[in-house]
């Protein structure tokens, strides 16, 4: 897959002014941070043969992509940290940041009959940061996703709409945070929707530099 030199803004940017969004008394319950470096590909394995793609992922990464609704982390070379979502059957999301130079997936090339197809994602596609002791109530609101820590653990995936829209959600290992992907297009809503969600906690918000 062919290195872009060219970056999209931040999909928030021209939405979204950093700082702090709805009630002002006290700490904010939500801290958003938009990330903007990053780089995010599709996988798709062979449908009913993923035995390549699962190979390319052991010998670049030293991974098992995951089967289920999981996230699991890797890094190669060029990669200081990679997270790959399950993104349905023989399917996945790889994001890597800070975003790498050259051609970072360069492991699912050359695996013969029954490899993968790889598609730059990275310019479609915003990425959220939301963290707090309120996150998870303002998130509840938007999502159809039961968020409680017993059933949407560290390193779930969950493919969801967020206030119905297509979103990827999942639980980082560590913290107690959660992370999200949205379709760019959707951006302006997407915002308008977080806003309205937090406005009772306080929102602070700010932008990956």
């Known amino acids: 897959m062919a290195d872009l030199a060219l970056a999209a803004s931040p999909a928030l940017a021209g939405h979204a002014e950093p700082g702090r969004h709805g009630a002002r008394q006290g700490e904010a319950g939500v801290r958003i941070v938009e990330r903007a470096d990053f780089a995010l590909a599709a996988i798709l394995g062979r449908r009913g043969d993923p035995a390549p793609t699962l190979a390319a992922a052991r010998r670049g990464f030293a991974i098992d992509l995951p089967r289920k609704p999981r996230a699991v982390e890797g890094a190669s070379g060029s990669v200081k940290s990679a997270t790959f979502l399950w993104a349905g059957p023989d399917r996945w999301l790889a994001l890597a940041r800070p975003r790498p130079t050259g051609d970072w997936l360069a492991a699912f090339h050359g695996g013969g009959l029954g490899g993968p197809a790889l598609v730059d994602l990275t310019g479609g596609r915003g990425w959220i940061s939301i963290a707090g002791p309120r996150a998870r109530d303002a998130l509840a609101r938007l999502v159809a996703v ?16 967020l206030a119905h829209m297509p979103a990827t959600l999942w639980r980082p290992e560590a913290g107690d945070g959660f992370e999200a992907l949205f379709d760019r297009s959707m951006a302006g809503s997407i915002w308008r929707a977080l806003e309205h969600s937090c406005a009772a906690f306080g929102m602070d918000f ?3 530099a």
């Open 206 to 208: 700010a932008r990956e």
């Open 146 to 161: 039961d968020l409680d820590p017993r059933v949407f653990a560290p390193g779930d995936v969950a493919l969801t709409a």
